[in-house]
């Protein structure tokens, strides 16, 4: 069975810094997705990033960008000039490219503080 | 479009009642899931349906959960015989088949307190 792995349960930043978020997962395929999903309070998940396990190129949206380390099996959220609304709890997650169902296993979630 | 909408936002129950629980997805997607996801925690799947059939049901769904998703539009999650450990958010997702790279987009999530 695959299992996300979140090791860090908080993590805090000042305002306009860079935080980096650890993810790792363990599976046996070689076709997946990985994705990280942003909760804030208001509890609606929100997709931040995704990543294609056959790219070798690293995703990249705006302030989010993703460390894909396929062999190592880690997948690190990077989130660049932090504003006071990425302040929320975050989650990684896989999914197996070949299932017909496509659900998503999730890590345990890091929770992000900005300091103003 | 207003998105994945679930209803109730919040559910209160004493110990041993039923409660069901609503979810209507986008409306042009076909694909729904349930997931639970306790304090603290990510969510865990539950069961997932593609238009009305449902395809698969996690170890996590004892006896007393049921889902139906009639019609391949809205779905319903109903606990049977509530326990406190049942205490959680219940997720519902929702997504479209035609691109495996397909988003899935959550609900609000209904709390449950079983007390």
């Known amino acids: 069975a695959q299992t996300v792995t979140q090791s860090q349960p908080e993590m805090s930043v000042q305002e306009a810094e860079t935080v980096t978020l650890s993810c790792t997962y363990d599976t046996s395929e070689s076709d997946y997705y990985l994705f990280w999903y942003k909760q804030p309070p208001s509890r609606q998940m929100i997709l931040v990033i995704r990543?294609?396990?056959?790219?070798?190129q690293n995703a990249t949206e705006n302030r989010f960008s993703v460390n894909f380390q396929k062999a190592a099996k880690s997948f690190s959220l990077k989130i660049s000039d932090s504003q006071l609304g990425d302040a929320a709890m975050y989650f990684c997650?896989?999914?197996?490219?070949?299932?017909?169902?496509?659900?998503?296993?999730f890590g345990g979630g890091t929770r992000v503080l900005v300091k103003p | 479009d207003t998105g994945v909408s679930q209803d109730p936002r919040h559910k209160i129950t004493k110990r041993g009642q039923n409660v069901t629980f609503r979810c209507d997805p986008i409306?042009?997607?076909?694909?729904l899931y349930w997931y639970r996801q306790t304090l603290g925690q990510g969510p865990e799947f539950l069961t997932y349906f593609q238009n009305e059939a449902q395809l698969e049901k996690s170890r996590l769904l004892s006896d007393r959960f049921s889902a139906e998703r009639p019609k391949g539009s809205f779905s319903t999650l109903e606990i049977q015989r509530t326990e406190q450990g049942d205490s959680a958010m219940y997720l519902c997702?929702?997504?479209?088949?035609?691109?495996?790279?397909?988003?899935?987009?959550f609900g609000q999530g209904t709390r449950l307190t079983v007390v």
């Open positions: 997702a929702s997504s479209n088949r035609v691109s495996t790279l397909s988003e899935a987009f």
């Open positions: 997650a896989y999914r197996y490219w070949g299932a017909a169902g496509n659900k998503l296993t």
């Open positions: 409306s042009e997607h076909n694909r």
């Open positions: 990543q294609e396990a056959y790219k070798q």
